[in-house]
């Protein structure tokens, strides 16, 4: 049985939860409250599991996984066919790059616990923290378009059909959108956003069809 331990706007959970969908796999999903009463992800118990205080956490058989890109490439590896990464080597390397721009490059500069760190440990106000995430979100997603600017690229950032890359863009323009961030600009990236958001994997791990999520 796998177990999911996540936070219903964590890009990262969100990211495995799109990956889980697209496998048809059923899991257990355990939240983890990241904000309110001083944040569960620092309860001894979950850094028992995670000494990183983040989210997810997959459990697979009392084996412990941390860090969305290694869960999502073990899910696809260890529950086959593999669907997320693709078989010959090149177009591997090329989802890996996309998935990586998003998740290694934009999202640690732009998460939760570094726009708190700004917010409460070094006093910057509210403008400037918004123009600090607009810089990153614009810089890494100017060269994600770029990137994206290939025949390789389908409805999806790899093809025709969602995989690893997919799984990591769709949550980082999600979390723009809920800075207020017009992704127009971007206009193959939007047009990407579309299509995956208008299937039935993304919908189930979209942030508002979780059971934490609140208004």
């Known amino acids: ?100 721009m998003v998740a290694c490059d934009i999202h640690p500069l732009d998460n939760l616990r570094v726009l708190r760190w700004l917010a409460h440990d070094m006093q910057v106000e509210k403008p400037a923290r918004d123009q600090w995430y607009l810089h990153w979100i614009k810089t890494g997603f100017d060269a994600l378009e770029a990137r994206l600017q290939s025949p390789e690229t389908g409805l999806c950032s790899h093809g025709d059909a969602p995989g690893l890359a997919d799984c990591c863009l769709i949550p980082q323009v999600q979390n723009a959108r809920s800075h207020s961030i017009d992704v127009s600009p971007w206009p193959t990236i939007k047009r990407i956003a579309e299509h995956c958001n208008s299937l039935a994997a993304f919908q189930a791990a979209h942030p508002d069809a979780q059971p934490d999520a609140t208004s």
């Open 1 to 100: 049985m796998l177990t999911l331990y996540s936070y219903f706007r964590s890009s990262a959970a969100y990211r495995v939860r799109i990956a889980l969908a697209l496998k048809g796999l059923s899991f257990e999903l355990i939240p983890v409250e990241l904000v309110r009463h001083g944040g569960e992800q620092h309860s001894a118990a979950y850094r028992a599991l995670n000494p990183q205080s983040l989210v997810p956490t997959l459990i697979d058989d009392g084996v412990i996984l941390t860090q969305s890109l290694a869960i999502m490439e073990y899910l696809d590896e260890a529950y086959g066919p593999a669907l997320l990464v693709p078989k010959d080597a090149r177009a591997r390397a090329r989802v890996r790059s996309l998935a990586q």
